[in-house]
């Protein structure tokens, strides 16, 4: 698999990762087997960049994780962790005392001495802005808790701000083809600052799978029923912020562009690996044939000019009056 590198973290990563949301809940029921199965098969198929939060399953996604570790203790990951979701969002939470208190629970969950990357998981706005948050994620490196640190934001001008930070090692945001804002200004400075790039949500929570229609449900445990109006979180988080119908249009207007080669789900995922800046994309799959079927894009050709020209099209068009400006 194409590696590519986090600059200011020294790591080199496989481009295509695996998001461990699903692992932990909010996606449906994952059974414990099936989590295991997953974790082996993006593995085995080269993904050695693994990212997970504590608040997924209250834990459960990293203590699945960690368990995989102990089986796995050389198979050359680096785990991204996230934290701050698990307390009310308030920016006078995010101080050291809770820093410690949150990794201190991630490093046990994992079985690690050393968390490889810990992410502020999307905190309020003044977060970003607080020279005492980043003193205190520069402690947790001195203390050798964590090797480095990033930020998961929402918006791009958040995403700006912690690039202008000199110990900010990554940004994870919002980009699928569905959701081009980032590629404006932030992948640019992202990539001046030597910051590395995590691509979440690629596939705009499935929608860009190709596999969903008027008709389909969710379990009421998946967010994609409860939070179509952000009820619990960003709606952002949710079909990317775009209206469910919305994002079948513009699915289908893509569709005649994936030939039989390669799924929708492969060609949304490559669109995203082509963008320059773009350091590791981070799907998530539920079983571990879509784990694998994932994986596959690191080896499959570029989208031609034409094939992003459409692309490019149908986002301006039918995506971007709904969700340009809002993120």
Known sequence: M?????????RHVGVIGLGAWQLGADWGTVTEDDAMAVLAAAVDSGVSFLDTADVYGDGRSEAL?????????????????????????RPEAYTLAHFREWTDRSRRHLGVDTLDL?????????????????????????????AGYGVSVETCDQALTAIA?????????ILNALRHKPLERVLPAAATAGVGIIARVPLASGLLSGRYDEHTTFAPDDHRSYNRQGEAFDV???????????????????????????TMAQFALRWVVDQPGVTVVIPGARDAAQARSN????GQPPLSEAERKVVAEVYDELIRPQVHDRW
Do not use: N, W, Y
Not at 2 to 10: K, V
Not at 129 to 144: C, I, K, N, S
């Open 236 to 262: 952002g988080e949710t079909f990317s912020g775009v209206d469910f119908d919305r994002g079948l249009a513009a699915v289908r207007r893509l569709a005649p562009l994936v030939g039989a080669d390669r």
């Open 65 to 89: 994780i960690g368990r995989f570790l102990r089986g796995r203790p050389d198979a050359g990951l680096t785990v991204a962790t996230k934290m701050g979701r698990r307390v009310e969002q």
């Open 295 to 298: 994986t596959a894009v690191a």
């Open 118 to 146: 810990v992410q502020l998981h999307c905190p309020p706005t003044p977060v970003f802005a607080d020279d005492a948050v980043f003193d205190a994620l520069d402690t947790l490196v001195a203390e050798e808790r964590v």
């Open 2 to 10: 194409e590696q590519r590198t986090f600059p200011r973290l020294g």
């Open 165 to 173: 930070r000199p110990g900010v090692a990554s940004v994870q945001i």
